[in-house]
Every structure is written in C-alpha cells, then in structure tokens.
C-alpha cells in the first residue's frame, strides 16, 4: 500500500491563437452560479500585457478582485490566500509568469477553491504541474499545492513575451534529459518508486523541444505552441507520478544552489540548462556535446560569463547541489562532489574557463 498516490490532472487545457477569450466559458463550467466571485493574481507589468484583458473578461461574471504580486516569496502567498478566504472568492486566477501562477497555485490551494493557469511567458514548467516555488521558505524549490483545474496558454500573447523568457522554458525542459535518468538511478538504488510512462513523458518534452529548437527560437505563434505543449505535457507527467521526480533531478538542484547563492541573478531554465550540460556529462553521455551546441545556436547562455557570473560561483553550486534536497537521491550522491571535479566537469564542458 505504500506505493499509493492520487493521480489529479488538469480537466481542461486550451491553446492556440484567441484562447484567452474562452476564460469565462471555462470559469462557468466549475459553477452554474450567475454570480461569482473571481479572484485575479497577476504582476504589474503582466497586468499590462494581459491581465487587463482577463479582467475585462471575467467582469460579466460577477466580481473581480485583483492581486499584484511583486514576489513569490511565501509572505506574498500567504497573505493573497488569507485574502481570497476573506473574501469567499470562488475561484482564483494565476495570470502571468511564474511568480503569479505559484501564487496562485498556493492560494487556491489554502483556500481549497480551484484555480485556472493563464501563462504569458513559457518560461518553464509550472503551468500544469501541481508544485509552487515560493520563496522564504526553509526549502528553496517546489512545494505541493493544487493541481490548475485549467490551463489557458494564448499563443498569439506568449509569443511576445521577451525572447529570453522564451529560450528559459526551453532550457528548463531540456533538464529533463538528467531528470528522468536521476529517478531511475534512485529507483535502482534506492528502491524508491519509478513510473515509466511519467519518465517517458517528461522525456518526451525534452526530446520534442529538441526537435523543434529552431522554430521554437523564432519565438513564433507556431513555435510558442510547440514549446507550451511540452511544457504541459512535463506538467502533467509530474501528476501523473505524484512528485517532482520526472521533471527535476540533478540539474534542478544545481540551478536550486545557484538561486540560493545569488538569488534572482538568473533566469531558472538558463541556470537548469547549463546544469544538464554538467550532468549528462557526469553520466558520461556524449549527448553533452549536442545539447550545449543548440544552445549556442539559439542564443541559451552555455558558460559562466555568459550566465553574468563567476566560475567560482558555479563552482560552489556543483559542491553544495547534492545538499538542496538530501532526501532525494541523484547521480550526485550523499556525498556531493569534491571541488577538484567540480573544476573539471565545468572546465571540461567549457562552462568555465
């Protein structure tokens, strides 16, 4: 019995150019209630690109009551969450990038009413996944909260979204090349629970992203769907195994060490993509090579100076990554690795000099 994990996944994902306009419909479909109270979490400057656009929606339904978030610290959560209780609203939006949708998530979930994602920046893969990433807290990664009833990805919107935000959900997708090896070593070694379909999901995405690298680096209405569905599809591959193991392994917990030393200097899927680059060579996978070149090709930071920091700093990420979250077993070991070959494996892969 010990195996036993609830599988909840999203019930209703829309796409495409124009799927923002189907947010009342969706909202109308959890209630037959005429008038409800609807919950909007954005930023400022989300609000601008599309939050203004939801709320204008939403307004025939009843009332709308708006959070700006600045952070996703759990402070911010916390009090949105009280709020929303406060206030007995009914639902609750995440419209934004990752601050606002994790907000979102944590809220609906403290509140227990559902919450509808609404991304406008793919920039990774927490828009379907049942985990929030809120800062402050005694762990620096991903917290289990609420599962997004729905998730509604505009295209035409998120293909404006800054170019760099765009190449981040690229690069937090190709982690999952490491990932899904890490589970499977914990699996063999560890004897903790492996699920080969949610692996192979989440490689899936990575091997799709890779696939498509250029039409996705064009930062296309087309490319920006491909790259949203694998997003979705590395979401839902983390519900269907109950935990973070398909999507985050080893190079999430060295992108988790960087976040810790030099908080918000880097964009998470830049810093995950430059640890699978670590990684896969650790396992000693040529595929190093490959990935690294299609980085370089699209414009993903591959080295120190490109990430804007020193060779040091990465260094000390390798070091101290095995220590983010010890109760989870990757290619990283107890023990971690000693600094000498963590010199090596980044000098070697050309990530510092």
Known sequence: MGNIHE?????????????????????????????????????ETTYNVGGFLVEKLVRELGEVLIWRVRDSTI????????????????????????KSIDVAKYSGFKADIPMISIPLAPS??????PFSSLKGTDKPYSMRTRVPYAVIADTEIVSKAPRRLILSG???????????????????????????????????????????????????VEGVRILIEALISSGVSMCIAGSSRPASGSEHLFAHALEILVPGKVLHGEAVAIGTIAMLYVYGDPLWKKVRRIMRKIGLPTTAKELGLSGDILVKALTIAHKVRPERYTILGERGLPEDAAVKILRETGIID
């Open 75 to 98: 402070e911010t959560a916390e009090r949105v969450a009280e709020e929303i209780k406060e206030k007995k609203v009914d639902v609750v939006l995440g419209v934004g990038g990752g």
């Open 170 to 220: 690229l690069g937090d997708l190709l982690g999952k090349l490491v990932s899904v090896r890490d589970w499977a070593l914990a699996h063999r070694l560890k004897g903790e629970y492996y699920g080969e379909y949610a692996a192979q999901l989440a490689l899936l995405s990575a091997k799709h992203v890779i696939k498509y690298h250029e039409v996705i680096a064009t930062g296309s």
């Open 124 to 129: 990774h893969d927490g828009i379907a996944s």
């Open 7 to 43: 599988i909840i996944l999203p019930q209703k994902v829309v796409t495409g150019e124009g799927a923002i306009n189907t947010v009342p419909d969706v909202i109308k479909s959890l209630t037959r209630r005429d008038d409800l109270r609807v919950g909007i979490v954005t930023g």
